[in-house]
């Protein structure tokens, strides 16, 4: 016969893992939302909530609007649960053909929350050649890759991204939200992320196209990474072509896995 305060237990912990899933699926999100989907009183979620901040899962990623989202913990874990197995062998065949069709390193990097973590690289056989360390963190606003991502969001999505004082890279990394909204905006149009400026690093430009999940999505981006001494415009539409073919072919091989 179980005991009463088992069942408790157990409801408790289901619910905590309902809103964990919940605010995965649907980052940036408030406590309101939450309730609705779940069906759950607003104290209990709020309450799961807490409990996800303290374990290292969640984290308030607009303070103003109290809107939650993942940290890195669930990505980490899920990754190597089965994603990273997943996303590796769904993009790194499409990565090395495109780095061997433009000869230019090719960075992978996954969407954690308003950030990006690089989880792979194929290197140019260039002797001058961009690098960023695999596992390295990196900024939405700043990337070409991260660009990419903003674009695919919903409205209300990306504008949440962008709230909150920006960092500030080099002397050409946009930091004010409108501008970054019109940037996005004109990535929108095009399809793809173009960073002429070296936003994020000195010295380096990069074409960027997102990967979405089945629900269109953004869940990561590829870059097509370039030393400014060598980012010619004209070669712009070919590195796009290449780089949306690439991100398009992997967003249906993760559909398969």
Excluded at 126 to 151: D, K, N, W, Y
Aim: net charge neutral; aromatic share 4%.
């Amino acid at each position: 016969m179980s005991h009463p305060e088992s069942g408790k237990a157990m409801a408790s912990v289901l619910s905590t893992l309902r809103v964990l899933e919940e605010v995965a699926q649907r980052q940036p999100v408030g406590v309101s939302e939450l309730a609705r989907v779940t069906e759950m009183p607003k104290s209990t979620v709020q309450r799961c909530l807490v409990t996800l901040r303290t374990a290292g899962w969640l984290r308030i990623v607009d303070a103003d609007r109290s809107r939650w989202g993942v940290t890195s913990k669930p990505l980490g874990i899920g990754l190597r649960a089965a994603g990273e197995a997943g996303l590796r062998d769904a993009a790194g065949p499409h990565l090395e053909t495109l780095r061997d069709a433009t000869n230019e390193t090719i960075h992978f990097a996954v969407r954690d929350g308003n950030s990006l973590l690089i989880l792979m690289r194929r290197d140019s056989s260039q002797a001058v050649r961009t690098f960023v360390e695999v596992g390295t963190r990196a900024p939405l606003h700043a990337t070409s890759c991260g660009m990419a991502i903003l674009a695919k969001m919903a409205q209300d999505e990306a504008e949440a991204a962008l709230d909150g004082e920006l960092e500030k890279y080099t002397d050409t990394t946009i930091v004010t939200k409108q501008a970054l909204l019109d940037e996005v905006a004109r990535t929108r149009e095009r399809g793809y992320a173009v960073n002429d400026a070296s936003w994020w690093r000195p010295d380096v430009c990069a074409i960027g196209a997102a990967i979405v999940n089945a629900a269109g999505k953004p869940i990561a981006a590829l870059a097509v990474s370039v030393p400014s001494s060598r980012f010619y415009r004209q070669n712009e539409a070919f590195y796009a072509k290449q780089a949306l073919d690439a991100a398009e072919k992997i967003s249906k091989a993760l559909l398969e896995t």
